[in-house]
């Protein structure tokens, strides 16, 4: 390990020298779960609006009653053209019935 270089970089570095390449999920598996090194796992990890990124869950409900409210007005949008589509494919009265 050189001086610039952190605890989980060597520890990726010494697995690709002993095993060789490694994918890429191995990689992110590495860097993201290595007990007390990965990025979730690190007691300091900052997620939320003070830290390194975001969600709509860290933002609060305002985003998902949003996305709740489109998702209806869709909803009840697709079961009016549904019900307009089964109107237009009525056969025409032909004044007997099959």
Known sequence: MTSEQSPLSALIQREIEARGAIPF???MELAL????????ERDNAMIGTKGDFYTSVSVGK???ELLAFHFAEEVEKSGK??????????????????
């Open 25 to 27: 999920a191995r990689f």
């Open 81 to 98: 053209r549904k019900a307009e589509s089964e109107k237009q494919m009525d056969p025409p009265d032909v004044g007997y019935t099959l």
């Open 62 to 64: 305002l985003f998902g």
């Open 33 to 40: 779960y290595t007990p007390d090194l990965g990025y979730y």
